[in-house]
T-cell receptor, first 114, second 113 residues
Framework: GNSVTQMEGPVTLSEEAFLTINCTYT??????LFWYVQYPGEGLQLLLK?????DKGSNKGFEATYRKETTSFHLEKGSVQVSDSAVYFC?????????????FGKGMKLTVNP | NAGVTQTPKFQVLKTGQSMTLQCAQD?????MSWYRQDPGMGLRLIHY???????DQGEVPNGYNVSRSTTEDFPLRLLSAAPSQTSVYFC????????????FGQGTRLTVV
């Protein structure tokens, strides 16, 4: 079946550091790709998404590009803030027509220190 | 707009007890699902529903039951709790097609002793 592999961490960075979280996927067809973020004590919320090859999703300074040739969707941010401390999940949607599901990676915990 | 509401937030059960985790959404979403989150495992799909009266199994359905009698509600029942069901449970809803956003509740932390 389809799967998502991502960096698991945990990772600790200093404020204003550059962030990359690697995510690769295995899928049949052309799934939509997502990054979800979970802040402490909360549920997941969508950070960004891309629905087709070469699409770039962006939000809150984060970016990720859907790379079909390398089956990747790496998350990047040029300058992290303390408020970015959270767990980040890469995910894809599989199936169609009423059988769609989200498949998640294992998540990566990021801590940003001042 | 409340979004996705889960109750309770915390629960401790004894082995063998049963209980129902409640999930309600007010966005008129067709698609609802339950996940469990365990350390090092990410989120795993338990059951999902694409509309009232329709449910299906996910990756880890054993020991759990669901029903969907209304669009708004999607309760998860633990039939006979086991320590292996200690986890954080999340309910999510989305419009019918999953290439849109899924909205998650705040989670229920369940401990089975």
């Amino acid at each position: 079946g389809n799967s998502v592999t991502q960096m698991e961490g945990p990772v600790t960075l200093s404020e204003e550091a550059f962030l990359t979280i690697n995510c690769t996927y295995t899928a049949t067809g052309y799934p939509s790709l997502f990054w979800y973020v979970q802040y402490p004590g909360e549920g997941l919320q969508l950070l960004l998404k891309a629905t087709k090859a070469d699409d770039k999703g962006s939000n809150k300074g984060f970016e990720a590009t859907y790379r079909k040739e390398t089956t990747s969707f790496h998350l990047e941010k040029g300058s992290v803030q303390v408020s970015d401390s959270a767990v980040y999940f890469c995910a894809l949607s599989e199936g169609q027509g009423g059988s769609e599901k989200l498949v998640f990676g294992k998540g990566m915990k990021l801590t940003v220190n001042p | 707009n409340a979004g996705v509401t889960q109750t309770p937030k915390f629960q401790v059960l004894k082995t063998g007890q049963s209980m129902t985790l409640q999930c309600a959404q007010d966005m008129n979403h067709e698609y609802m699902s339950w996940y469990r989150q365990d350390p090092g495992m990410g989120l795993r799909l338990i059951h999902y529903s694409v509309g009232a009266g329709i449910t299906d199994q996910g990756e880890v359905p054993n020991g759990y039951n669901v029903s969907r009698s209304t669009t708004e509600d999607f309760p998860l029942r633990l039939l006979s709790a086991a320590p292996s069901q200690t986890s954080v449970y999340f309910c999510a809803s989305s419009p019918f097609f999953l290439n849109t956003e899924a909205f998650f509740g705040q989670g229920t932390r369940l401990t089975v002793v």
